[in-house]
């Protein structure tokens, strides 16, 4: 069974910092292509960033490029996104997804995606 679990969301003001985490079991972490979402309040789900397979590319949403950074631990199957230089419009619950080959860019479109964590939420408040 393919299992993913966010975590680490939180309340923070403009201008702070929070770094989530997304746990991977069931399957070789290693070999899929890995991607962060959000959904803000009334809001559509967006792509925020990802890491594409197997080309392996780090892509980010113009929204955050500067802010967020992408990174994975194989080894332990984790996937993080460090966010810094939070703004309220950031607010909104994360998700984690888990697709078998994306490549480039693809990989920020959530309907490329299979499967999916819970969210972990986060606050950013002005």
Sequence with gaps: ??????????????????RISCIFSGFIFEDY??????????????????ISYPDRGKYYADSV???????????MNTLYLQMDNLKP???GT????LERQLWGQ??????SFSNWGRGTRVTVSA
Aim: aromatic share 12%; hydrophobic share 25%.
């Design 65 to 75: 490029k500067g802010r967020f950074t992408i990174s994975s631990d194989y080894a």
């Design 89 to 91: 419009e950031d607010t």
């Design 106 to 111: 693809h990989c920020l479109r959530q309907y």
């Design 33 to 50: 292509a890995i991607g962060w979402f959000r959904q803000g309040p009334g809001k559509e789900r967006e792509g925020v960033s990802c």
């Design 1 to 18: 069974e393919v299992l993913l679990e966010e975590s680490g969301g939180g309340s923070v003001p403009a201008g702070g910092s929070l």
């Design 94 to 97: 994360y998700y984690c997804a």
